[in-house]
Nanobody, 117 residues
Framework: QVQLVESGGGLVQPGGSLRLSCAASGIIFSIYDMGWYRQAPGKQRDLVAHITRRNFTNYADSVKGRFTISRDNAKNTVSLQMNSLKPEDTAVYYC???????????WGQGTQVTLSS
């Protein structure tokens, strides 16, 4: 059974920081590409950051320079360090795991990030 369990969300003031983590189980973590998506109320779910199994990364333009994605294959975790947070970063953040060759793709249950002054 595949599980992606996110943690680290919460309420933060603009300009603050949060670190999201996603613990994966039931997959061979090291061969999966990992990512973070987010969905704000009334909006579509969009890619925030992505890291391949070879540690290549890419980011949405809106978070470049503020967010950093990283992975720890020894701990089966992927993290998203979010700095200089803005009100528009408020969303539910979802962890994903994808294996292109097999077409397998999994989602976590999401963690809420809310910006409020």
């Amino acid at each position: 059974q595949v599980q992606l369990v996110e943690s680290g969300g919460g309420l933060v003031q603009p300009g603050g920081s949060l670190r999201l983590s996603c613990a994966a189980s039931g997959i061979i973590f090291s061969i999966y590409d990992m990512g973070w998506y987010r969905q704000a109320p009334g909006k579509q779910r969009d890619l925030v950051a992505h890291i391949t199994r070879r540690n290549f990364t890419n980011y949405a333009d809106s978070v470049k320079g503020r967010f950093t994605i990283s992975r720890d294959n020894a701990k089966n975790t992927v993290s998203l360090q979010m700095n200089s947070l803005k009100p528009e970063d408020t969303a539910v953040y979802y962890c994903t795991a994808g294996h292109l060759a097999s077409g397998q793709h999994y989602w976590g249950q999401g963690t809420q990030v809310t910006l409020s002054s």
